[in-house]
């Protein structure tokens, strides 16, 4: 280690100790700081580490979640960026709450990393794997649209040429080039094939071979499914690890079959098996047995912000994220399987983190919401009158929407609410800030 490295982490290490001894403490800070100093400095932290890198649109802070649980079974070291730090700054910062390694000690660290991020940090990590769960339309004033956010991915890959890429199978985009890594792939096959139609807006539905529309046997949700092409030979690769049952999907947990073993997770939707599967590729690629995943699985927590239970006076408060059409549908999914009355809150910001443009809640599948058993409406956030104008459209009544313009207002509603099930859909940045302010009151 150079003095320039050694003298960039000590200086990071230190700024770490000062925020957290006399603040609350700060994700990217220390890794600015440290970075600042030695550009090179990543390099130097992740020398005795084997690195797995998580990327992709959705899901990625759960499976993160998963597969560090399950990694833990058998490693004593395994390095991770819980709080979503997943830029570079916040990766140097994790890497510096490290507690050292021995001497001839391997540690594992799983890192989710932003796709915008990738090139910055894929060469100082060099990782042994990539994990890539999905791509989908997001925040098209960051990113753009999902040809170019693959092209990241595939960049990334291409840069470390030995280190193997785990992809969603069921995902066209990850079939659509070729790349000198050695891959593997996860996916569903839970039914009997049969033909199925995606949904007409569906994004990335076309064969990258021919450019004809795709096909498939089996869809789970959004471009995801058994696909293939009538007019070539492209279709979907064969699965190294999947999931042949899904067995119970409640508002609370998901039971299902992994390569003929069952699973459960305390979270819901068809989307967080996905991300328990990943989780679970990760772990078999790294030589976890089974047994050891399902223990880790066992004690994985709900990943704050993604179906967050929060008690508020009593009430039963289920706060999810969303931030892009295909993750909002999955969850307006989720909510319709609460069957007990609910006050909905649903809260829009557009700030940089959420993406600037909202036009995407217009690809959302509000109108499923005119059949749930919703008493209360609340919108709030910097876009209320969007949010309160596309549920009006979806069916629900005007009238019957109440817009508040801060969130103690939406959180003194929710107290004050007759209602004792409550479900909010908010975005990053509202989420973030409805938190900090329920913590202060002593909420969380």
């Not at 997001?138 to 291409?158: T, V």
């Not at 071979?209 to 959004?222: D, E, G, P, Q, R």
């Amino acid at each position: 280690m150079t003095f320039r490295s050694n003298f960039a982490i000590n200086a990071g290490r230190f700024a770490l100790w000062g925020l957290t001894t006399f603040t609350r403490g700060g994700s990217s800070l220390p890794g600015k700081i440290a970075t600042t100093i030695d550009p090179n400095v990543l390099e130097a932290l992740t020398k005795n580490y084997k690195v797995v890198v998580i990327t992709g649109t959705n899901g990625k802070t759960l499976t993160t979640a998963l597969t560090v649980q399950a990694l833990k079974q058998k490693y004593p070291q395994v390095l991770t960026n819980p709080t979503g730090s997943n830029m570079q700054q916040g990766i140097v910062s994790t890497f510096l709450t490290a507690p050292k390694l021995k001497d001839g000690e391997q540690g594992i660290a799983v890192l989710e990393v932003d796709e915008g991020s990738l090139k910055h940090v894929v060469n100082a990590l060099k990782p042994e794997l990539f994990v890539h769960t999905n791509v989908f339309r997001d925040q098209m004033d960051r990113y753009g649209e999902i040809y170019s956010i693959y092209e990241l991915m595939a960049d990334a890959a291409k840069a470390v040429p030995n280190a193997t890429v785990l992809a969603n199978a069921d995902s066209p985009l990850f079939n659509s080039m070729e790349l000198p890594n050695p891959r593997e792939y996860f996916g569903f096959d839970h039914k009997v094939d049969h033909d199925v139609e995606p949904h007409y807006n569906t994004d990335g539905i076309l064969c990258p071979h021919c450019n004809n529309v795709l096909s498939y046997h089996n869809l789970t949700y959004a471009n995801l499914g058994k696909y293939y092409c009538k007019h070539c030979d492209f279709k979907r690769p064969n699965l190294d690890y999947s999931i042949n049952k899904v067995e119970e999907l409640t508002l609370t947990h998901s039971t299902f079959e992994i390569d003929g073993h069952s699973f459960t997770i305390p979270v819901a939707g068809l989307y967080n098996i996905y991300n328990a599967l990943a989780a679970y590729s990760v772990a078999r690629f790294l030589g976890v047995e089974p047994n050891d995943i399902r223990e880790g699985f066992k004690q994985a927590e709900r990943v704050f912000g993604r179906q967050e239970i929060i008690n508020i006076n009593g009430k039963k408060v289920l706060l999810n994220l969303v931030k892009n059409p295909v993750g909002l549908n999955q969850v307006i999914e989720l909510v319709g399987l609460e069957k007990n009355p609910f006050m909905l809150v649903s809260i829009l910001n557009n700030q940089y983190a959420d993406g600037t443009d909202v036009s995407w809640i217009w690809d959302g599948h509000y109108e499923q919401m005119v059949n749930f058993p919703i008493k209360e409406t609340v919108v709030g956030g910097m876009k209320a009158d969007e949010m309160k104008l596309r549920l009006t459209v979806a069916g629900i009544p005007e009238e019957s929407i109440t817009q508040l313009n801060s969130m103690n207002d939406i959180i003194e509603a929710i107290e004050n609410s007759s209602e004792e099930h409550v479900h909010i859909l908010a975005t990053y940045t509202a989420m973030l800030e409805l938190r900090k302010i329920l913590q202060e009151k002593n909420h969380l």
